[in-house]
């Protein structure tokens, strides 16, 4: 049974930084395209950045430049790196594995709220 449980969130200014974990469990870590989620209130959820295997990473031109995903096979862990925080990266995010139809994933874990505000 997939298990994916974020962590990291908070309350931060403007400008400011956090990294979110999220751990995995349940699939074969290794073989998965793993991506980071985000759902802001009122809005659909949008993938945020994916990561391969073998660490090459692809990003929403909303985050490029601000965000770095990154991931331990060993701790079947993935990370996100956010840096320029702005108000409208307020969102609840979420990990899960990256397909092309992800939005028609049934499971989804219970995410990590970022809130940026002064």
């Known amino acids: 049974q997939v298990q994916l449980e974020e962590s990291g969130g908070g309350l931060v200014q403007p400008g400011g930084s956090l990294r979110l974990s999220c751990a995995a469990s349940?699939?074969?870590?290794?073989?998965?395209?793993m991506g980071w989620y985000r759902q802001a209130p009122g809005k659909q959820r949008e993938l945020v950045a994916s990561?391969?295997?073998?660490?090459?990473?692809t990003y929403a031109d909303f985050v490029k430049g601000r965000f770095a995903i990154s991931r331990d096979n060993a701790k079947e862990t993935v990370y996100l790196l956010m840096n320029g925080l702005k108000p409208e990266d307020t969102a609840v995010y979420y990990c899960?594995?990256?397909?092309?139809?992800?939005?028609?994933?049934?499971?989804w874990g219970k995410g990590t709220l970022v809130t940026v505000s002064s």
């Open positions: 899960n594995r990256f397909v092309d139809n992800w939005r028609a994933m049934a499971y």
């Open positions: 349940g699939m074969d870590f290794r073989l998965n395209v």
């Open positions: 990561i391969t295997s073998r660490g090459t990473s």
